[in-house]
């Protein structure tokens, strides 16, 4: 992902117009020290991501009625395993109602999802869908417009 940049500048008395480079959402702070000599100012720059997340997945789950409860927990174990996903950014289980649920996942690019859906969660899920679920998972690739 491409990193964007902005001009910053700082308006301190006569070192108003001072100017540097500062990532977008990153916090800055300023440090000022008088020498002897000369009056320096230097920049410490925090960097935080803009939207790492450009593309997710969101996945429905309708489960049979006599098995959420075990949907539940699978969803609740599957935790660990998307921890270790080193290209999964964020990952979600939900309950949307009494039988449906949901996984949303981002990732940095194509290739965190496809390992994503190359990875444990989704063999395991795909290898118990037809004891848990209705009908097979709804798996729908999307893309992140917007993230805070």
């Known amino acids: ?3 964007y940049w902005r001009m910053v500048t700082l308006g301190v008395g006569r070192y108003q117009g001072a100017w540097g480079l500062m990532h977008p959402g990153s916090t800055a702070t300023f440090r000022y ?4 000599s000369r009056f320096s100012v230097s920049a410490i720059f925090l960097p935080t991501t803009m939207a790492d997340e450009q593309t997710a997945l969101l996945a429905r789950l309708h489960a049979k009625p006599n098995k959420v ?3 539940r927990r699978f969803l609740e174990e599957a935790l660990p395993l998307a921890e270790d996903e080193e290209e999964t950014l964020s990952w979600y ?3 949307i109602d009494d039988t449906t649920f949901g996984i949303f996942d981002t990732f940095a690019g ?3 999802r496809q390992a994503h859906l190359d990875g444990e969660i989704a063999t395991a899920l795909m290898e118990r869908a037809d004891e848990l679920l209705e009908e097979p998972p709804q798996i729908e690739h999307v893309d992140v417009l917007a993230a805070k």
């Open 33 to 36: 020290e008088k020498r002897p």
């Open 110 to 112: 194509e290739d965190g």
């Open 69 to 71: 409860e075990a949907v």
């Open 93 to 95: 289980a939900l309950q």
């Open 1 to 3: 992902m491409p990193k």
